[in-house]
């Protein structure tokens, strides 16, 4: 029933380099996608959010990319940095109903120093 | 200003026994969601509540699961009786009921061991 499908499961990177993670979904009533990220011991706190009308949003060294018609989104991470180590997931909202959020599997995202 | 607190953050107890996790949403947020997080099944939503009445709990994994918020600054997640399946680290988080933003405030969990 997963409605929101999360690539890679688990990432390394070289300091400085690039991640990306992707995700895909099958739903088309989805009307917001966000990306939480959460460290060891705590809860999931939101990274950076984009909505379908949008093709690219950008926060500092965090991008989310979406294309639309192929039902994909992904989260670039520019000049990774150690600090950068955490599980990331992806997310989405239905247009329909309240607030409840989808996620993917995660990301366990390692930058190497 | 205070997030979500949940408590315990640690629970263990043994396979039969009465589980009940607890939880404070952020103050002035009408919406409530209780998660579960696993390694094989990530974050799953059981229930969430707006306005303090349940709007979906089509995630609640069975009737041993059960949850209530009897008013907009406290909501309890029960599980009776538990089993080893349901070791987990339990997520509560709230929001503004708000399409424009939609942001989840998570609190820190609360890590189940069921024996």
């Known amino acids: 029933q997963q409605q929101v499908k999360q690539s890679p499961q688990s990432l390394i990177v070289q300091k400085g380099g690039i991640s990306i993670i992707n995700c895909a979904y099958e739903?088309?009533?989805?009307?917001?996608f966000p990306w939480y990220q959460q460290f060891p011991g705590k809860g999931p706190a939101l990274l950076i959010a984009?909505?379908?009308?949008?093709s690219e949003k950008k926060e500092g060294r965090f991008t989310i990319s979406f294309n639309k018609s192929a039902k994909q989104f992904s989260l670039h991470i520019m000049d990774s940095q150690p600090g950068d180590s955490a599980t990331y997931f992806c997310a989405a909202r239905g247009i329909q109903g309240a607030q409840k959020l989808v996620f993917g599997q995660g990301t366990r995202l390692t930058i190497n120093p | 200003d205070a997030g979500v607190i949940q408590s315990p953050r640690h629970e263990v107890t043994e396979m039969g026994q009465e589980v009940t996790l607890r939880c404070k949403p952020i103050?002035?947020?009408?919406?409530l969601f209780w998660y579960r997080q696993t390694m094989m099944r990530g974050l799953e939503l059981l229930i969430y509540?707006?306005?303090?009445?349940?709007?979906?709990d089509s995630g609640m994994p069975e009737d041993r699961f059960s949850a209530k918020m009897p008013n907009a600054s406290f909501s309890t997640l029960k599980i009776q009786p538990s089993e080893p399946r349901d070791s987990a680290v339990y997520f509560c988080?709230?929001?503004?009921?708000?399409?424009?933003?939609?942001?989840?405030?998570f609190g820190e969990g609360s890590r189940l061991t069921v024996l």
């Open positions: 103050s002035g947020h009408n919406s």
């Open positions: 984009i909505r379908p009308d949008v």
């Open positions: 509540f707006n306005n303090n009445v349940p709007i979906d």
């Open positions: 988080a709230s929001s503004l009921a708000d399409r424009n933003t939609g942001e989840l405030f």
């Open positions: 739903n088309t009533a989805f009307d917001y």
